[in-house]
């Protein structure tokens, strides 16, 4: 083996040429070029062949340094040094090569060729190196160490968390050290632990680049997002970003997401996907809770924007989340989400097919799974209901009542599912009853907040509702037990409290009426407690005044009355009251013709604003709660119409006109409502009321006649000043103002189809008419006409007429 | 917002009890009168997520996440720039 090992390197040394060497150093490998260098130069020293030596040591020792072996690069260094400098290039780089391994005490005293330029580079370099390693601080430079020795204290302050004690330590160090550049890092450093980027820029962009404290910097501005990785796309730097990382993490995924995000940010999401595909395990692997939250934030972005064919590849890609194990969840949200109505369809098919995915789906406790099986089953029941009301307001003329009913027991079913699943879950019976209260079904809608109440007793939308529904029924005995319960719930609010206060006065008309007089008059006695400021009011004396005629005590009902007459001054709104009320408690009917006699005979009188309003409001509450049409009803809004029809040259106060528009907007008396809607313009400007009015009567003009920006002016002047107001009829009207506003402004202004909740039905109706056109007889497309031109306000004889005319010329 | 799972350091299949548990636990560590901040966003969190009907209905019909990428970014950014560097360490990346 040794005679073989002698025997090549006998061969060897007779090859080595001064090309190898040069060769090598071109190259860049040092170790091979010194040996061979040093082979050549023990066989021939020439001045060539020392001159490549002295390179070779060098390049050597350099190499040594850079790789963290500043042993071996000392070694290397003192055999250049025994050997001797005489090459000027390597002489020029021995100075900073000394330094850096801790040698500059050792270099030759003959060595004078440094300019003042480079000595200051070199006092530049040893002041940073002083402050990394001070324990190599050449002795000829030891008068550097007490700055570094601060710099290195300010350094510890801030790692501690004393900034003060960190500037305190910078404050000797002059303008023009060397150290200044290490002032700037260390001010930055502590703006950097502050989050405070701008403070980091100002110090750290004044850093040279070309010096210790900007290489410490660089990673730090990256992972403080104040620059990108990718501008310095250097190993160094990087490794140094995965340094800090793991120091704190022990994991290194931030250049990853950096990355993701760079993609996402320019909506590159085949690239972002591709991307994702590779690091996905290693993300997965590295932060389990950052992978969870990158997917739940990607699979948002996709859904949110609809994207279904991104969303598909990402349930490719990543682990679906544990809620939706199918990814059926997403695409129905989704599909819900894009722009297309067929996709209505697709998202119900993925409604239901995460339906079965609930039923046993692990994540969920069996009560959670039946509860959002629950609300699936609400949200398919919605969808239902939107599909019965598109049929319900199209107005394309063919028949949609098959269509209607099919999508209303579609969502009866769901309903009923919710329900079922789901039963105290209170969205879903709000939005049942909601249905059919929709669809006129009000004792359907009292029976599903019924079946509520048997799970929750005390839900306060179900006995409200109750309440109001047993009142209109005519029924305020059974009213009065919802409300009291309502008024436990919210014994300072206004509205249960009014309710409960028509409850007692209700009641008290039914006690009457069975002639139970002490009850009746220990609710009126309730009612006065409840709303004290309202017991001397005109109708509730009225109304006590009634209930004594019934109990058969005149003197006190003409007590009453008297009274009441006292409080109005004029006394014909009075005299209505009483006729409604003697008529409400079953009075015998003289009784009645003679209120009714006097309030005839007062109509005659000079017309006033007050009592116009007045009466307007006692006839409009009775008609609200009269549950079925009456001759006598129907006769006493004629009368009052025929009173306000004269009422054009009245004084008007701002609130009594209000009150008679409300009545003849219920009486949809739209003649005389446009005249003093007109007349609330002009005088009340400033109310929001009588400009949605103006608003609701442009548009009553049809689509083809109303005039789109008057309307728009006019809902936007409503929400303007309705906004202000502190009534809460006005926070009613600017909610019904947006809603046409927004209508109206989605109509298109060259083509305008409104419903009468004011929905674009363009897209729908056109459909119908493309699919339903060549099956249709001459009678039925001249009933479509017909019925499309009086909902547009347009003769239909003469668009006939005109289509006939016109017919397309061949 | 930032996901209040993350915030409050729970899964989201905490139970009830635990969450309220780990959210007094963050109250007594960040009270608001010292780091008003931190206190307002636990109590957000905890008001997303303290009732279990509304929970799961935000389990089941929103996808959107809490978070954006940047979001996540900076997160994760600001989790290492908080971390003190020790000074060795620091003087280290000079490749000196």
Known sequence: MATKSKRRSRGRSIAVSIDHVKRNLDRGDFKRALKDARVCHRQSPTPEHRCFLEHAYIGR??????????????????????????????????????????????????????????????????????????????????????DAYRIRAALQAVEQGDESAALGHLRDIPRQSPFADWKYFVRGLIAYYQHDKTGTMANWDRLDADRTAARIAAPLKVVAGMASPQHDNNLTLC?????????????????????????????????????????????????????????????????????????????????????????????????????????????????????????????????????????????LAEGCVIDATRFRNCRCGADHGPDIEEAEGRARDAFEQCLTLAPAYSPGYAAAAGFHAAADRPEEAAGVYRRLLEHAPDHLDALLFLAKHHISRGNPLKAREFALCAREQKPLDRETGELLWSTHVGAARELARTEQFDKARDAVAAADRLLPARKDDYDVLARKAVLEIKAGNAGDAQ???????????????????????????????????????????????????????????????????????????????????????????????????????????????????????????????????????????????????????????????????????????????????????????????????????????????EGCYDNDIDGLSPEEMREIIRTTCERAGLDPEAVLDEIINSKPKK | MTDPYTILGVSPDVDEAALRWRYLELVRQNPPEKRPRQFAEIREAYEHLRDPVSRLEKQVFQVQGHESLDDIVANLQSRVQAARIPTETLLSLSGI
Not at chain 1, 308 to 331: C, F, G, M, T, Y
Not at chain 1, 571 to 589: F, H, K, Q
Not at chain 1, 591 to 599: D, G, H, K
Request: charged content about 30%; aromatic content about 8%; glycine content about 4%.
């Open chain 1, 239 to 379: 490794s140094n970003i995965s340094r800090l990382e793991k120091l704190t993490s022990n994991r290194t995924v931030l250049g990853k997401l950096t990355r993701l995000r760079e993609f996402a940010a320019d909506h590159d999401w085949p690239q972002l996907l591709k991307t994702l595909r590779m690091v996905r395990g290693a993300l997965r692997d590295l932060d389990p809770g950052v992978y969870r939250r990158l997917v739940s934030c990607l699979c948002g972005v996709f859904v949110h924007d609809g994207l279904v064919k991104e969303l598909d590849q990402l349930s490719r890609i990543v682990d679906p989340p544990p809620i939706d194990p199918h990814w059926n969840r997403a695409k129905a949200i989704a599909y819900g989400n894009t722009d297309f109505y067929d996709d209505e369809d697709d998202a119900e098919k993925y409604w239901r097919k995460y339906l079965c995915d609930l039923e046993n789906l692990p994540a969920l406790s069996p009560t959670q799974r039946d509860l959002a099986r629950g609300m699936v089953w609400l949200r």
């Open chain 1, 61 to 146: 020792a350099q190499q040594l340094m850079r790789n963290g072996l500043a042993e071996d690069s000392r070694r290397i260094i003192r055999e250049l040094l025994d050997l001797g400098v005489t090459e000027p290039s390597v002489g020029a780089g021995l100075p900073e090569l000394l330094l850096a391994v801790g040698m500059l005490d050792c270099l030759p005293q003959d060595h004078d060729a440094l300019t003042d330029d480079q000595r200051d580079r070199l006092r530049i370099k040893a002041a940073d190196q002083a402050v990394v390693k001070p324990e190599s601080t050449p002795k000829s430079m030891l008068e550097l160490q007490d």
């Open chain 1, 559 to 765: 007590r009453f009355v008297e009274q009441a007459q006292e409080v109005l001054g004029e006394p014909t709104a009075l005299w209505l009251a009483m006729t409604v009320e003697t008529i409400r408690y079953d009075l015998p009917w003289q009784e009645v013709c003679l209120y009714e006699q006097r309030w005839r005979q007062s109509l005659k009188r000079r017309c006033r604003s007050e009592t116009a309003s007045l009466m307007c409001q006692v006839l409009g509450a009775q008609l609200e709660t009269s549950s079925q049409p009456s001759s006598r009803n129907e006769a006493h809004v004629r009368n009052l119409l025929q009173y306000v029809s004269r009422c054009s040259r009245v004084k008007w106060r701002q609130e009594d006109l209000r009150r008679v528009c409300e009545f003849l907007e219920k009486m949809a008396e739209l003649k005389l409502l446009t005249k003093f809607a007109k007349q609330g313009m002009r005088k009340f400007p400033e109310v929001g009321y009588f400009h949605w009015l103006m608003g609701m009567m442009e548009m009553e003009k049809g689509p083809f006649k109303f005039s789109r920006h008057l309307t728009i002016y006019r809902f936007q002047q409503a929400i303007k000043l309705a906004s202000k107001s502190s009534d809460l009829r006005d926070k009613q009207i600017v909610e019904n103002a947006k809603r046409c506003l927004g209508l109206v402004e989605a109509a298109s202004p060259d083509c305008v189809h409104l419903d009468d909740d004011g929905d674009d039905l363009d897209e729908y109706s």
